[in-house]
Nanobody, 122 residues
Framework: QVHLVESGGGLVQAGGSLRLSCVAS????????MAWYRQAPGKQRELVAK???????NYADFVKGRFTMSRDNAKNTVSLQMNSLKPEDTAVYYC????????????????WGQGTQVTVSS
């Protein structure tokens, strides 16, 4: 089995910072793209940022210049540094990854974590 576990959420005042982390565990052959999504109450889940295995990142316009995504391939981890947080960033943040299991004949799949709550107070 493959699992993704997020950590680092919490309550912070507007203008503050949080760092989210996500670790993939299990018998993994390789991890392709990884991404962070978020879902606010009453809204659809939306892409926040994604990163390729080579480290190329893409960000949603609403976080550009404020959030930075990074990964450590050796540790199967990805992080999201969130600065200058706004109340509208309040949401449950989910980590997702495109993972090939070991052995590769078991195939690949998109795995999701359980989510971590980020609350930004005004």
């Amino acid at each position: 089995q493959v699992h993704l576990v997020e950590s680092g959420g919490g309550l912070v005042q507007a203008g503050g910072s949080l760092r989210l982390s996500c670790v993939a565990s299990g018998i993994i052959f390789t991890i392709n793209d990884m991404a962070w999504y978020r879902q606010a109450p009453g809204k659809q889940r939306e892409l926040v940022a994604k990163i390729t295995s080579a480290g190329t990142t893409n960000y949603a316009d609403f976080v550009k210049g404020r959030f930075t995504m990074s990964r450590d391939n050796a540790k199967n981890t990805v992080s999201l540094q969130m600065n200058s947080l706004k109340p509208e960033d309040t949401a449950v943040y989910y980590c997702t990854a495109d993972i090939w299991r070991e052995p590769p004949r078991l195939g690949r799949g998109d795995y999701w974590g359980q989510g971590t709550q980020v609350t930004v107070s005004s």
